[in-house]
């Protein structure tokens, strides 16, 4: 190994013993489902009032969490905060998704089977670091901000590095890595934290890396006609434009209304591939200089 390999592996992130990890339970895990006014219960919380979420103290002395981070995206109870509702999340979301969500991976690990090191920022149950490794990639990395989503994704996909982080402050040294995929990362992200986090995306890239970005369209939230229902894919549209309605996604409207153009553009990345569709959108983006 070169003086330079060994450098950068001193200065990678330390992955932790997944195995040995022990998480504390929050209220959503003393949760009683298996009785009436529990299931009730439960229900209530999906459909009503979003609340703050909480986090052990422990936790918090050991990651730092942004703020924006702690709500209960998806009308999740605690959010992404639970032993119970993280691995509930991983497959739900499949679930609701109706097979795209796979379609996704596919084409985010497709664009990155030629790198060598690659980071899977927000990657929640570890499902698309694991379809970049099947693609053939050497080395890669998971982040995401709830270790109890990287538990459960470290249990399932062993071989992908998970470590805790957020995507505006990536841990590795500079030009680390050459390829970073975001699949549904940006609609849950505020504008600002977007800017800080395609910003770190150059940082940690060498130059001709590759950022893969998978998105809901805009097309969820348009409005349609009944009669649309009745046209081709028109039930497609009804049936994505219900559910981002329904689930709680803080900063959607905030990802459509950005100039994603100008976004890369400043970040120092030009534009490759772009495809766009319901009820995902696609962007292969290129590092091109530093900023």
């Known amino acids: 190994m070169s003086s330079a390999a060994v450098t950068r592996e001193l200065n990678d992130p330390a992955v932790p013993n997944w195995k040995e990890v022990q998480l504390e339970d929050t209220w959503p895990d003393s949760l009683d489902l298996g009785t009436f006014s529990g299931a009730w219960h439960f229900t209530k919380l999906i459909f009503g009032k979003r609340r703050p979420v909480s986090v052990p103290s422990s936790l918090l002395e050991q990651v730092a969490i942004p703020k924006y981070v702690l709500q209960e995206f998806h009308n999740l109870p605690n959010g992404n905060y639970?032993?119970?509702?993280?691995?509930?999340?991983?497959?739900?979301?499949?679930?609701?998704?109706?097979?795209?969500?796979?379609?996704?991976?596919?084409?985010?690990?497709?664009?990155?089977?030629?790198?060598?090191?690659?980071?899977?920022?927000g990657t929640a149950g570890g499902k698309t670091g694991r379809a970049i490794k099947d693609a053939g990639v050497e080395e890669v990395w998971g982040i995401d901000p709830?270790?109890?989503?990287?538990?459960h994704a470290a249990e399932d996909h062993p071989c992908v590095k998970f470590v805790p982080g957020v995507a505006e402050d990536l841990p590795f040294p500079d030009k680390r890595l050459d390829g970073v995929a975001a699949c549904f990362l940006f609609h849950e992200v505020p504008p600002k934290y977007a800017r800080l986090a395609f910003a770190s995306f150059n940082r940690v890239l060498k130059v001709g890396g590759k950022v893969i970005v998978a998105e809901p369209s805009e097309q969820q939230l348009e409005s349609f006609k009944l009669k649309e229902f009745f046209g081709k894919k028109g039930w497609l549209k009804v049936y994505f434009k219900t559910l981002a309605n329904f689930v709680h996604e803080p900063f959607l409207d905030a990802w459509h209304s950005h100039n994603k153009l100008e976004l890369f553009e400043n970040a120092g990345f030009a534009v490759v591939e772009l495809e766009q569709g319901l009820p995902i959108n696609y962007y292969h983006l290129e590092k091109v200089r530093d900023i």
């Open 82 to 121: 639970s032993r119970r509702f993280s691995r509930g999340y991983i497959t739900g979301f499949d679930i609701s998704m109706l097979g795209y969500a796979d379609v996704a991976r596919g084409w985010i690990a497709s664009r990155l089977k030629s790198c060598h090191a690659v980071v899977d920022v």
């Open 146 to 151: 709830s270790p109890y989503l990287l538990k």
